[in-house]
């Protein structure tokens, strides 16, 4: 999949996530 695939489009959705510094789901 996508998500799976391309994990640069959407950043990794967790606490180690820069852009999701609070672990929002993406």
Do not use: F, T
Not at 4 to 23: E, F, N, Q, T, V
């Amino acid at each position: 999949e996508l998500r799976a695939a391309a994990p640069i489009h959407p950043p990794p959705a967790g606490p180690d996530s820069p852009l999701a510094s609070g672990g929002k789901d993406y």
